[in-house]
């Protein structure tokens, strides 16, 4: 099965965001540098892949500004994210909840 070349240069892009060659709040090189890298004639190509990149939530694509990496790993869903935020959200309240402990503590030792 042969891959589309759009999907092959978005699979190469998103393997540089990832490793950080391409760090969140900078930007990709333009269209036309990134034509002449992969060597294809076509914006469309380019364009194909970073809107692919923007949907898994990576690139924020602004047109006349150009792509800015907004994330280092893929949005696999809203599922996903909302699940990530939850757990994020809970690990925050432990944490929260083990800092006014320790204040509390703290505050009582001052007393004493």
């Given at each position: 099965?042969?891959?589309a070349r759009w999907r092959q240069i978005a699979d190469e892009?998103?393997?540089r965001i990832t490793e950080g060659?391409?760090?969140v709040g900078s930007k990709l090189p333009p269209?036309?540098?990134l034509q002449k890298e992969f060597?294809?004639?076509g914006l469309n190509t380019i364009r194909s892949a970073q809107q692919l990149l923007a949907q898994q939530g990576l690139l924020e694509i602004r047109?006349?500004?150009?792509a800015t990496v907004v994330a280092q790993t893929p949005v696999t869903s809203r599922t996903t994210l909302l699940a990530q935020l939850r757990e994020a959200r809970a690990a925050n309240q432990r944490?929260?909840?083990t800092l006014d402990d320790t204040i509390a503590l703290l505050e009582q030792?001052?007393?004493e």
């Open positions: 099965m042969t891959i892009l998103r393997e060659r391409y760090p269209i036309t540098d060597d294809v004639a047109q006349g500004i150009g944490l929260a909840a030792e001052e007393r």
